[in-house]
């Protein structure tokens, strides 16, 4: 599975912005996650196929996750966004279920990468 991430930029604090990831075949499960410089990459939120959604409590209420099941793409819609949010936004794809969904060994593909870089 070849995962293709868009959609990152600059923006202010408080903007908004929208991530999609395409995915050449199905997953069980597709989600993003994140590398601020310096950081480990942490998990951000993942949807499964039957559409259960998991995110981490640092984005609760301000990111959503979304799927178009048909077109294998997931989105990641990202509102009130802080400074903090800054960094290295990586699509990821597994193929099985179980698991916490929050571990990087979890997911079996990734994507390249997109830039999101939130200004004060």
């Known amino acids: 599975v070849q995962l293709q991430a868009s959609g990152g930029g600059l923006v202010q604090a408080g903007g908004s912005l929208r991530l999609s990831c395409a995915a050449s075949?199905?997953?069980?499960?597709m989600g993003w996650f994140r590398q601020a410089p310096g950081k480990e990459r942490e998990f951000v939120a993942t949807i499964t196929s039957g559409y259960s959604t998991y995110s981490a409590d640092s984005v609760k209420g301000r990111f959503t996750i979304s799927r178009d099941g048909a077109q294998n793409t997931v989105y990641l819609q990202m509102n009130s966004l802080k400074p903090e949010d800054t960094g290295v936004y990586y699509c990821?794809?597994?193929?099985w279920g179980a698991g916490t969904y929050r571990g990087r060994d979890e997911y079996d593909y990734w994507g390249q990468g997109t830039q999101v870089t939130v200004s004060s």
């Open positions: 990821a794809a597994r193929l």
């Open positions: 075949g199905r997953s069980y499960a």
